[in-house]
């Protein structure tokens, strides 16, 4: 049956103007009732999302979301670092022997769940960009390797243990990264990280002096036991945290709901549209849509590289390369120390765990400080300007590590070594972030894969390398610190002809040239092409 509209006859199944401006009509009284709608403004009930979450301007701050990635990196870096000044003394007593070996195989368990875990869990949520679920569940991973390791004494479960601690440790130090540059001002990027990175020398300062004394005082369960409740603090702030998209989905929500009148005006429109004779209104979508035509731009095509294409194409940049090296350097140096540091303080002084505790804050205690610190330099003049100084100053004392006269003394040379080599690694990821920023297929989260793959292969190396030289070796402290030495020597170059947007060689051999492009990370970022241009790092 044929339907007589406007002196034309239209056939039934085209449907009629009555039909669509009814439909309209039920479709502005649900905009009208409120409730939970779709893009395309259709209600589906009664909704609180006018509401604003419980602390959302805090919540979703750069400060506090900050803070949750430092805590986090503090509690990773506590309970991996709470048991190396006890590792030893309770090997000892469950009467094994090579101990530095064996600690040193623990030492590598962590780090090699770190590699493993790390690309995987990068490419995943580079795909799938959820940040504060996976933190949540990673805190809750951690705390079943504490109570694993804490609980059982079979060796090899120990180092399972140890195995997952580095899978949990994987999550923070690529997501929670990524977190920060996906929730801060691009200005004050460099200044959160070196505020997060910190968190590093934070519970390097308080887990061994703390682990040592609980060990000598309360038995082996006692720092696992602090270990669980500062993990269980973690773990609440992480369920606090609102992350911008959230909080822009939020208000887009907020905006709908609190907007029905506009809706309704535009579902009014659309009526009167629909009154319109068919053939005008025709006319009126097509020049809609020849000026919406006009209006598009080109469709950017997306660039997805695997992780390790990931790794190859920031290494192939020299500052890249030169970030990737000087972090593997610090963790190679680490590494080494690490599981005979102990055994050197009890052998030639005679300490207990509570005292090499001691040890440790001493050389962690002043990072703390340097962390930020270093960080909003390097942002404001230049990693260069950074890193090669302090590699340079860590020189000196390594050597002079290997001299037994004075306990005081030892903890002072090594203190200044570890802040050098520290405050030399922290700009090291500004350059890989600068590089990843010009190069379209990288995210922030694959470039902090990519370093935590750079710092968890030279620790686990630099763990058993040192732990067999220590054993095995005559004089094996004197050759760690020698090796270590040697490390830090051969460094010295990549900073001084590979790093920063003009390069301290460069800088040196064209002084007084005006036809350079000068300055530092700032420089850069207001240089960078935005993700979907194609752009050759500045090298």
């Known amino acids: 049956m044929a339907i007589i509209a406007n002196q034309e006859i239209i056939p039934p199944s085209s449907g009629t103007s009555r039909d669509v401006v009814e439909g309209l009509h039920e ?47 503090i509690t990773d870096i506590l309970t991996y670092t709470i048991v190396v000044p006890v590792l030893p003394y309770r090997l000892q007593s469950l009467n094994y022997t090579n101990i530095s070996t064996l600690t040193s195989w623990l030492l ?19 795909k799938y960009p959820y940040r504060r679920s996976p933190l949540i569940f990673a805190v809750l991973a ?73 060990y000598q005082h309360m038995g082996w369960h006692a720092p696992f036991v602090f270990c669980i409740i500062a993990l269980t603090l973690d773990l609440i702030l992480r369920l606090l945290v609102i992350e911008q998209k959230d909080l822009r989905q939020w208000e887009e929500t907020s905006h709908t709901t609190t907007g029905s009148e506009q809706t ?43 992780p390790w294409k990931v790794i190859l194409t920031i290494g192939s940049s020299a500052r890249g390369m030169t970030g990737f090296w000087v972090t593997f350097i610090y963790g190679l140096i680490i590494g080494i120390y690490e599981p005979s540091l102990t055994l050197r303080v009890q052998e030639v002084w005679n300490k207990e765990s509570d005292f090499v505790g001691l040890v440790y804050l001493a050389a962690a205690a002043p990072t703390f400080f340097t962390g930020p610190i270093v960080g909003a330099l390097a942002d404001k003049y230049g990693a260069e300007f950074i890193m090669l100084p302090c590699l340079a100053f860590a020189l000196p004392w390594l050597p002079l590590m290997i001299l037994k006269k004075s306990l005081a003394g030892f ?41 935590n793959v750079a710092f968890a292969i030279s620790t686990s190396i630099g763990a058993v390398v040192g732990g067999q030289m220590y054993d095995h070796l005559p004089s ?36 007084g040239k005006s036809d350079e492009v000068e300055g530092g990370p700032a420089e850069d970022q207001r240089n960078a092409p935005e993700r979907g241009d194609v752009a050759v790092p500045h090298d």
């Open 27 to 73: 479709k502005t009284n649900a905009s009208m009732s409120g409730g939970t709608r779709t893009k395309l403004g259709i209600s589906k009930g009664p909704t609180k999302s006018g509401k604003a979450p419980w602390g959302v301007k805090w919540r979703s701050s750069s400060w506090f979301i900050t803070t949750v990635v430092t805590l986090g990196v």
């Open 108 to 126: 590598f368990a962590y780090s090699i769940g770190i590699f493993i875990c790390t690309l995987p869990v990068a490419y995943f949520f580079h």
């Open 142 to 214: 951690l705390d079943v390797a504490v109570i694993l390791f804490m609980t059982i004494n079979t060796y090899w479960v120990m180092v399972l243990s140890r195995f997952i601690q580095g899978a949990s440790s994987t999550v923070v130090w690529s997501v929670g990264f990524a977190l920060i540059c996906e929730n801060v001002p691009e200005k004050n990027v460099g200044r959160q990280i070196g505020f997060a990175y910190s968190g590093v020398s934070v519970g390097m300062t308080i887990a061994p002096p703390i682990g040592g004394a609980l």
């Open 264 to 306: 309704r005006s535009e579902d009014e429109e659309q009526v009167r549209q629909a009154e319109v004779p068919p053939g005008q209104l025709e006319g009126s979508a097509n020049a809609n849509d020849n000026q919406v035509a006009g209006q598009e731009k080109p469709v950017e095509p997306v660039v997805e590289l695997s």
């Open 411 to 451: 903890i002072v040379l090594f203190a200044l070594a570890e802040v050098a080599l520290q405050c030399a690694s922290g700009p090291a990821g500004l350059e890989v972030t600068i590089v990843a920023r010009q190069t379209p297929g990288i995210s922030e989260i694959h470039q902090f894969a990519a370093m």
């Open 476 to 511: 094996g402290w004197a050759a760690i610190c020698w090796f270590a030495l040697g490390l830090t020597a051969i460094s010295l170059p990549f900073p001084f002809f590979f790093s920063g947007n003009k390069t301290l060689y460069r800088r040196m051999v064209h002084r």
